[in-house]
């Protein structure tokens, strides 16, 4: 599958969000796209997103370009996944574009979460009942 990873620019991505996914099951299993892995400039968001299966939302920051990004992506019909830290409350209006809003504790329990939940996706695009 396609997956765009889409968050904040806020807080320290790299290490808490981009290694970890890099390190998982779910970089060998699928194509991730990290927007600032290798750089901070602009990333052709609105474009790319027509093509991938699914989003995963880091929204434990609040972001004006990751509300446009997640606009875009609805406007596609692509589906979005908002996952936040637990203890922090994610805006609401988030619910008017996904359906799904996963809490974690840590980067493994992120993981874990993320892993089980595109697993799940996977199927179910594969086997529609």
Known sequence: MRIYVSHSSSYDFQNELYQPLRNSELNTLHEIT?????????????????????????????????GIELGWANAYAVPILCFHKKGIKPSGSLSVISDTLIDYEDSQDMIQKLTDYVSTFQNQRQNPS
């Open 34 to 66: 990290l927007p600032h892995e290798y750089s901070t400039s602009q990333f052709d968001s609105k474009e790319y997103m027509k093509d991938c299966n699914l989003i995963l939302a880091e929204v434990s920051y609040p972001s004006t370009g990751q």
